[in-house]
């Protein structure tokens, strides 16, 4: 079984030192593991748009994953946009906007909600 857990915050602050993940705003990250298996990992910082800082994954499937439990808590927030950093080491779904802002009501508004 897949596991997508946060980030401890007393370990985030390392973790994103050692990715070479470096930030002003408030940072949240999500790693995904199969038993001990490290499958994937993503941090994201708040703001409006948020900014994907780091992604990594298995593949595409982990990685959607991860991007939408990093990304749910600022759309709970009232934040709708986002956009990475840098662009992504793998293929995405194609929901996802790589280069410029994506909506995140496009990732989360149930299907006919538009």
């Given amino acids: 079984m ?8 007393q370990v985030l602050p390392d973790f994103c030192l050692e ?5 002003d705003a408030p940072v949240w990250g999500y790693m995904a593991a199969q038993g001990t298996t490290l499958l ?12 994907i800082l780091g992604l990594e994954a298995q593949d595409k499937e982990v990685a959607d994953g991860l991007l939408r439990a990093a990304l749910h808590p600022f759309y709970e ?5 986002y956009r990475f950093k840098e662009l992504p080491g793998l293929a995405l ?8 802002v994506g909506r ?6 149930p299907c006919g909600g538009h």
């Fill in 104 to 109: 995140m009501d496009d990732l989360f508004t």
């Fill in 19 to 23: 990715k070479g993940l470096d930030d």
């Fill in 2 to 9: 897949i596991q997508i857990l946060p980030i401890h915050p």
């Fill in 93 to 100: 779904p194609s929901s996802y906007v790589i280069a410029g």
């Fill in 77 to 81: 927030e009232g934040i709708r946009g």
């Fill in 40 to 51: 994937g990992w993503c941090v994201v910082a708040k703001d409006d748009p948020c900014r």
